[in-house]
């Protein structure tokens, strides 16, 4: 796990996970996937990493990844750039309150290179309100 955010809403950062970033002696690109629980965010990056079983899957309507994770190694895209994969939390779950919500989403979007927001079906209203934040959001930050 990269981070959590607990109930009350505090963000707890996983130091080791942080520490194994840090020391990538390589360039990296990060691709994260957003939307709300149950969509098959876990399944789609399983499909991107080229695996079967990597991110965790579940088999009822309960979530199962809670904050934000990591895929265990940098997939090498070439000799100087590596990806990174980022499985989140899903959004709207029953278990959480959009307080949360926003700010995985945030965070999620501030991390990534390329964020994917994932639904089922069509995409709602909610999923454009949360769509144009980020758009919006884009517009206060700038690297450097």
């Not at 996970?17 to 990296?28: G, K």
Request: charged share 20%; aromatic share 8%.
């Amino acid at each position: 796990m990269l981070l959590d955010i607990d109930d009350k809403g505090i963000i707890k950062i996983n130091r080791q996970a942080l520490d194994y970033i840090r020391n990538l002696n390589t360039r990296i690109a990060v691709i994260s996937i957003v939307g709300p629980y149950r969509t098959g965010k876990s399944y789609l990056l399983n499909r991107f990493a080229g695996v079967q079983k990597g991110f965790q899957l579940g088999s009822s309507t309960n979530p199962c990844t809670r904050g934000i994770w990591i895929w265990g190694k940098p997939i090498k895209l070439s000799d100087d750039l590596h990806l990174l994969l980022l499985d989140t939390e899903g959004l709207a779950s029953y278990t959480r309150d959009e307080n949360i919500d926003a700010k995985l989403f945030t965070l999620t979007a501030l991390m990534s290179s390329t964020m994917v927001y994932n639904v089922m079906q069509s995409i709602d209203e909610k999923a454009i309100e949360s769509l144009s934040f980020i758009a919006n959001l884009t517009k206060y930050l700038s690297m450097e």
